[in-house]
């Protein structure tokens, strides 16, 4: 038989190996963003609080929005806003988060595999991993920077109308329609700085403590490559990724919610380092941890459903373990 009939016969996700593995690592993305977004919203909202450099401005929402926790502040969102307001910016957050996974995870098994490649004895060096991991970040989150760009703005459409002020969009595509038109192609990217630095801190964290930890454990201990070893894997890689990627998530927040002028220029921080600066003098160095316990408690469950979901079907798909 020829050789193009039989690549004919051979599943999808043989044939398409790659375009497979973004798919998959969609689909689990998706399943976990539904599941975690009211924990997202309200860490964003907890980090725009209390916004040092908003004085400039006279901005009157700096004291007409005090600190009032992650309870307090998720049920405020429900008692102001409505229950369903939790998953405001959820549309662009799932477009963003198939891109943005899809994108890393790709990146990451291709640098593992082929790049840098396992030793004999499938041994994949920390150093290898966090190189990787940090790359397939960067990869990833330069792709879905415009949809995280809605997303967090989005988010933030609800406190402007308890302020007061005009709704800036009225949906998903009127924003890229809006962000496109005022600021052009590089509008879209706004942000992007901080945000790959974000994403390469939390995919240091995320793919590179759960890969190590997973074969870790394969390797030198009783356990199997299964679910209990997938969970305990993940549960260390949503702590660690929350604590190395915090600050940075912060300084994008703020950056990509700034006002700007008619050339699309920032109003308040002329970079990530400005804003971090800004923000360490006006705030203490403790406001680059603001929403870290709903980002923790996020990304946690957001690391245990993704990689539950994402090792199940790869496994019903055919495709080997990651």
Known sequence: MPIAEEEKLLPLTQRWPRTSKFLLSGCAATVAELATF???????????????????????????????????????????????????????????????????????????????????????PLWKSVIGGMMAGVIGQFLANPTDLVKVQMQMEGKRRLEGKPLRFRGVHHAFAKILAEGGIRGLWTGWIPNIQRAALVNMGDLTTYDTVKHYLVLNTPLEDNISTHGLSSLCSGLVASILGTPADVIKSRIMNQPRDKQGRGLLYKSSTDCLIQAVQGEGFLSLYKGFLPSWLRMTPWSMVFWLTYEKIREMSGVSPF
């Open 38 to 124: 009211p924990l997202d919203l309200t860490k964003t909202r907890l980090q725009m609080q209390g916004e040092a450099a908003l004085a400039r401005l006279g901005d009157g929402a700096v004291d007409s929005a005090p600190y009032r926790g992650m309870v307090r502040t998720a049920l405020g969102i429900v008692q102001e806003e409505g229950f369903l307001k939790l998953w405001q910016g959820v549309t662009p957050a799932i477009y963003r988060h198939v891109v943005y996974s899809g994108g890393r995870m790709v990146t990451y098994e291709h640098l593992r595999e082929v790049v840098f490649g396992k030793s004999e004895d499938k041994h994949y």
